[in-house]
Structure formats: C-alpha cells, structure tokens
Nanobody, 126 residues
Framework: QLSLVESGGGLVQPGGSLRLSCAASGFNLDAYGIGWFRQAPGKEREGVSCINKSDGSTHYADSVKGRATISRDNAKNTVYLQIDNLKPEDTAVYYC???????????????????WGQGTQVTVSS
C-alpha cells in the first residue's frame, strides 16, 4: 500500500523555525516529483516549493524564497520543508504531493499531482 504522511506542524512564534516532514511508504519517493502546497483560511491553495522529477532541481515561491529549504533523504524515503523566520502569513495547512509528470514544477499546477498527504497545520502567532 502507498501513503504520504506529513508531520512537524504546530504553533510557533513569529521569527521561529519549523521543519515539516513528508514520509512516503510503499514506493520510492525519488522516482517522483514532489510539491509542497499550503492553504490558509479563506484563501486558495498555493504552491510553496517543489522538486522536479526530471533532474531534482528545486523551486521556491516568492512568499518563502530566502527562508525555506526543501530537501530529500532517500535513505529515509522522506522529503522535508524547512521554513525559517516564520511570519503570521505562513499560517496554513501544509500538504505534500507527488507527480510523475516531466514538466517543470514552478507553475504549481495542482491537478498534475494525483496523490496527496493529509496535511499538517502550521500556526504562527505571538
């Protein structure tokens, strides 16, 4: 059986850091492209960061560029999203998803990602 499970969310103060995890089971994560998305209250889901399937290159949305790092640990079959200097605007449910498409991932087209995790809540507040 296949699964994606996010973890690592929680309540943090502005300026703090958080590392989110997305653990894959039943398949090799390095065979797919990876996307991190988030959805804040009252807003549409948006892309945050991604790893391209074709060459492993990464991309960051302008909202987190310079503060976020996406990485993959093949031994643990897990992908991570580290966000530093967290802001209240980062408050959202964060999702990881996979795609087998060969497109460059910077457009964050959600329907290109057929399998999603359950999401993990990040709340940034004093």
């Amino acid at each position: 059986q296949l699964s994606l499970v996010e973890s690592g969310g929680g309540l943090v103060q502005p300026g703090g850091s958080l590392r989110l995890s997305c653990a894959a089971s039943g398949f090799n994560l390095d065979a797919y492209g990876i996307g991190w998305f988030r959805q804040a209250p009252g807003k549409e889901r948006e892309g945050v960061s991604c790893i391209n399937k074709s060459d492993g290159s990464t991309h960051y949305a302008d909202s987190v560029k310079g503060r976020a790092t996406i990485s993959r640990d093949n031994a643990k079959n897990t992908v991570y999203l580290q966000i530093d200097n967290l802001k209240p605007e980062d408050t959202a449910v964060y999702y990881c998803a996979i795609t087998d498409g060969a497109f460059y991932c910077s457009n964050y087209v959600m329907y290109e990602y057929p399998y999603w995790g359950q999401g993990t809540q990040v709340t940034v507040s004093s």
